[in-house]
């Protein structure tokens, strides 16, 4: 700031002299030009002020130039201050959202790592032993095994195709589901919290999506098919049910669930989201004639290993008759 000032007093001190020197010379000019002065009189003093006229013209010209490139030069720099305050403005956002997005990723893995916590702290009763308690996956194994014994006694296996027995059949189940699948609150709660986290947090359905993929990684098979039952019984878990309907990486791992393909229907009844059928086994990438040529070169295979164990099952015993012999000699 100081050097800013020092240079404007600089400019004027310059400026001020050089006008001064202007006006000396053009009055020593005219002096000399008028030489030799025989009066002096108000006419001949007004004459010669007179002849300061086009001086004084140049000087406002050149003035009013100077205040046009004053007008200039200060729109010019407002420009570049608020282009500066722009890429201020900027950086300010990109940093807050650098924090942003640092700050939740790292509230989302701790998070992770609680529900993970909560798993392996969770904790039931085995059903009519009291002194036993499951814990961990183990719980939920158990408490899936249950339910499926509970609802084959039934003996409801295909959805109906009348809707008030769709009705029925999915009241049935929910039923069933309710008696057997204990709502483990912390569990529970820490992953619904872990989805509100995702949906409040992230400013993009792709950032939803990598975010799903990331939770669908860290969950078995047990796991998503308790929370499958969760979100059939819980109405309040529209974030679980979306999730479950629109992440591609958990319809994945939901199609190769044990979950039958009547239960995914009353689910679909139920909030009309819609779930993949359960696949049984998985598609392999050869075609029909690569896959019989694989099968041939297999026996092949096998054929040559039993050839390899007979001839070396024929030398053993044709090196003990040998021993033998060479032993009774």
């Not at 095994?145 to 109906?160: A, I, Q, S």
């Not at 809707?163 to 049935?172: G, L, N, P, Y």
């Not at 995914?264 to 019989?292: G, T, V």
């Amino acid at each position: 700031m100081r050097a800013k000032e020092s240079n404007v007093m600089s400019f004027l001190a310059w400026a001020t002299s050089g006008l001064l020197l202007v006006f000396a010379l053009y009055t020593a000019g005219v002096l000399y030009a008028t030489r030799p002065i025989a009066e002096f009189s108000v006419a001949k003093a007004a004459s010669f002020a007179d002849s300061y006229g086009a001086l004084t013209s140049l000087f406002a010209g050149l003035g009013f130039i100077g205040l046009l490139a004053t007008i200039f030069l200060q729109r010019e720099e407002l420009k570049l201050n608020r282009q500066e305050l722009e890429e201020t403005r900027k950086e300010i956002a990109a940093q807050s959202k650098t924090l942003k997005r640092q700050r939740f990723e790292g509230v989302f893995y701790r998070m992770i790592e609680l529900y993970k916590t909560n798993l392996k702290e969770l904790s039931i009763r085995r059903f009519g032993i009291e002194a036993e308690r499951l814990e961990g996956i183990n719980a939920l194994s158990y408490l899936i095994d249950r339910f499926n014994n509970e609802w084959n006694e039934k003996d409801l296996n295909d959805f109906p195709a009348d809707s008030k027995m769709q009705v029925a059949f999915t009241h049935a189940l929910v039923r069933c589901a309710r008696s057997v699948f204990v709502r483990q609150v912390r569990y529970v709660e820490t992953l619904n919290s872990i989805l509100e986290l995702i949906e409040n947090e992230t400013e993009s359905d792709e950032q939803v999506h990598i975010h799903w993929q990331i939770l669908a990684s860290q969950l078995t098979a047990y796991e998503i098919t308790y929370l499958f039952y969760q979100s059939l019984i819980t109405p309040d878990f529209s974030l679980l049910r979306e999730m479950l309907s629109r992440s591609q990486a958990f319809r994945s791992r939901v199609e190769m669930l044990r979950v039958p393909d009547s239960h995914r229907k009353a689910w679909e009844l139920l909030y009309h989201l819609q779930l993949p059928l359960r696949r049984a086994q998985y598609k392999s990438p050869m075609d029909q004639d690569q896959i019989k040529g694989a099968k041939r070169e297999i026996r092949q295979i096998r054929r040559h290993i039993r050839d390899a164990k007979k001839r070396r099952r024929v030398q053993d015993e044709t090196v003990e008759s040998q021993l033998d012999a060479d032993m009774q000699a």
